[in-house]
């Protein structure tokens, strides 16, 4: 489903991805946990062309991004319909209904009519436990809400892979619940995802795999639990024993 090879990104001289390489079938659940400023979520980034690699390959679903080609509209577009992608922060149109907000982007990439559309954005409403939301506007809901509200929004495109960027970080901790109980739920039901996260306890326990990156370099790749509780290199030691033990 996702295959990626030999990844490079470099800003200026600074190379913030060197050499990235893995791969992860359908329905697989990859957590990229690891310190601040380790590359995690250039690498998210990258997978979905929001930034542009400097060197290296991605495969998505039969679709292969070189990092010489620059994609033409064309193609970025039938990326951006097999990777759906979810932010820190929500990033929905403060003027728009919750409803129109999941809707507009299918008319515009998928050219769903608007009825279409919203049959679908109310069953994912339904889905993420908001469709007494619809009518409402962002502002109106809470922060773990429009995150939620962000997920189906991605969801409605119907991708192949959900790329998630630390999608708790900016809740506090008992809403982000709220959030992880979502994404839970679409790991149960067969969705590709890949999750950078400082979520310990959802890496150990949802995920099928976890890949602990620092400095660039991706030092771990292997189960869960295995890379959890038994690093290997002494510098996935030293941060999982700060994450765990604090």
Known sequence: MLEVRNL???FGTHE????ISFSMRKGEVVAIIGPSGSGKSTLLRCLNQLESASGGTITIDGLTIHA???LRRQELMALRRKAGMVFQS??????MTVLR???LPQERVLGRSRAEADKRSLALLERVGLVDKAGQY???CSGG???RIAIARALALDPQVMLFDEPTSALDPEVGLEVLAVMKELADAGMTMVVVTHEMH???TVSDRVLLMADGHILEDGPSKEVMRNPKSERAKRFLHAVLNR
Do not use: G, T, Y
Request: glycine share 0%; aromatic share 10%.
């Open 8 to 10: 490079r990104k470099a």
């Open 16 to 19: 913030v991805l060197k050499d």
């Open 68 to 70: 010489d080609h620059r």
């Open 90 to 95: 929500f990033n929905l149109f403060p003027h």
């Open 101 to 103: 907000n999941i809707s």
């Open 138 to 140: 962002p502002a109106r």
């Open 145 to 147: 809400q429009q995150q």
């Open 202 to 204: 959802f890496a150990e």
